[in-house]
């Protein structure tokens, strides 16, 4: 029996150092791509919801914090044609925050309300030293309104997330 | 019978074992690349060292310090690298000016006190690499901390687009960039205040999922800051509170000014009504008070600053100390339930025990 334990305990320790030299990890997101489904213009406002498969954020090490922001910049076709960034949005709700491994006590979102992207970063999601060191499923969603006075054409909106540790 | 335990006990390892091998799998199979930077080393008595660097320093000082970068990923990357702005993000906390662009606030050029000895990098899988760099802070600059932060950045993902798409449709394409940063706060010493204006509060938004204000305020010290507070909606007349949304804005660097959205998930029924902020920081109080809100079928109008001082200092006080006893109590309960369940589990674990007694 005593042997036995040795070769548990042995093999335990190994499983745990090896976790421990595959999660050496840095903090880091990992994005989906975020699609819109073709719009086809009638003349009027029209609202698309955007589609995306779970965002992951590895936080593993860091124990004292780190949020994570979003920007975006306008929808250009390269001849003129513009949607303005501002009629694109988008939230995180709180259910749709989901843990991998690590830490129970989940990062929080910070906006769970739709509201328009900018060029100016916003903060979407959040932990406190103490909170969110693990690996996290996120599912963010994106509203699009193209206005009436859009023409066809393919458009380009470039998305910017950053995830910092910092004050 | 022991040699039965055994075996479920080592069962139970392996699956144990397999879930903790799986999880980093799974983490890459979203992305193939995966990348971070972090500090080398960190300060003994500065816990916050582990995840960014933080240097108290005196004017005109030089002195070199190292970041590493690495790939986690599955694939080989290559990675832009640069020293930015420190800015605060809407909704509050520290992030990044963007490749080049200055910041408004106090930390205004302070990325260019910073020199990497490398730009650009290319890593392997699981391959790590140290990049040195200077800080050089000037010897004319104020006390304060500044914020500046090292930021990598991979090559935007494309999604190509449909060149076949038809011709009375817009075809909307999103390529992402994605930036891991981590600060470089850089204290000086010297005179430290800490300061806070509420500038506006607005009503971003109301609809069927709710109401959404937008609430304004302008770090005017030279520390960096956190407030608690709450948001208060009277009667015009100010007799009666409505509401009372509790606020906790995360980080403001010094002299940004920032917005962040308070939601609240009902609408507001037509009438007058009064806004309030006030606000806990550094021991000290920031107030925002009687901002006009008419809504008239559905629509709501901000009014601009209608009356001033409709809380007295105490009544204020009141809805602090309200709130800690609201939290006293929680926690309170949590440590009762937790309690209830270690008995319970205490018993099960005797009762077990008995049993087991009994079929030897």
Do not use: C
């Amino acid at each position: 029996m005593k042997k036995q334990s040795v070769w548990l305990a042995i093999f335990v320790a190994l499983g745990a150092a090896i976790l421990m030299v595959t999660h050496s990890a840095a903090l880091t997101i990992a994005t989906a791509p975020v699609t819109f489904p073709d719009v086809f213009l009638t003349g009027y406002d029209q609202s698309v919801l955007g589609t995306t498969s779970p965002w992951q954020v590895d936080s593993t090490d860091a124990l004292d914090g780190w949020n994570a922001t979003i920007s975006a910049t306008n929808f250009e076709n390269g001849y003129g044609g513009i949607i303005y960034v501002s009629n694109l949005e988008f939230r995180l709700l709180a259910e749709n925050i989901s843990l991998v491994s690590g830490n129970p006590l989940l990062p929080i979102s910070a906006q769970t309300e739709f509201i328009p992207l900018s060029e100016t970063a916003t903060k979407f999601i959040s932990a406190e030293s103490g909170s969110g060191d693990g690996i996290y499923n996120l599912l963010p969603e994106f509203r699009l309104r193209v206005p009436a006075e859009t023409y066809a054409g393919s458009y380009l909106s470039t998305l910017t997330i950053t995830i910092s540790a910092g004050p | 019978m022991i040699r039965r335990n055994y075996k479920k006990t080592l069962i139970f390892s392996v699956i144990l074992s397999l879930l903790f091998f799986a999880a980093p799998v799974m983490a890459q199979s979203l992305a193939d690349i995966s990348f971070g930077i972090r500090p080398t080393t960190a300060q003994e008595g500065q816990e916050e060292t582990f995840s960014y660097f933080s240097y108290r320093v005196s004017p005109g000082s030089v002195f070199d310090d190292a970041a590493l970068v690495l790939n986690d990923g599955d694939t080989p990357v290559t990675l832009k690298l640069y020293a930015a702005d420190g800015i605060t993000s809407q909704n509050g906390g520290t992030d990044f000016t963007e490749y080049g662009q200055p910041s408004e606030g106090m930390s205004s050029g302070s990325s260019s006190w910073i020199t990497l000895s490398a730009n650009e990098i290319f890593l392997n899988p699981g391959e790590e690499q140290v990049v040195p760099f200077q800080v050089n802070i000037p010897a004319g600059v104020n006390s304060g901390q500044y914020v500046a932060g090292l930021v990598v950045e991979a090559a935007p993902e494309m999604i190509n687009i449909d060149s076949n798409s038809v011709d009375d449709a817009s075809q909307l394409v999103v390529e992402t960039i994605r930036r891991v940063g981590v600060a470089i706060v850089m204290d000086i010493p010297g005179e430290q205040f800490a300061g806070l204006e509420i500038k506006n509060i607005s009503l971003y938004q109301q609809s069927e999922e709710g109401t959404t204000f937008a609430v304004e305020v302008q770090n005017t010290g030279n520390i960096f800051l956190q407030a608690k507070g709450f948001f208060i909606v009277t009667d015009r007349n100010a007799e009666r509170v409505i509401t009372t949304t509790p606020l906790e804005f995360d980080t403001v660097l010094p002299g940004d000014t920032v917005t962040f959205y308070v939601p609240r998930a009902a609408r507001f029924a037509d009438g007058k009504y009064l806004l309030s902020i006030v606000l806990e920081y550094e021991g000290q109080r920031a107030t925002l008070e009687g901002i006009g809100m008419n809504i008239k079928n559905g629509q709501p109008q901000l009014e601009g600053q209608i009356t001033e001082n409709i809380f007295t200092p105490e009544e204020i006080e009141v809805f602090f100390e309200k709130a800690e006893k609201d939290s006293s109590f929680t926690w309170l309960i949590i440590a009762g339930i937790s309690f209830f369940l270690a008995l319970a589990l205490g018993g099960f674990v005797y009762w077990a025990g008995g049993k087991k007694k009994e079929t030897v």
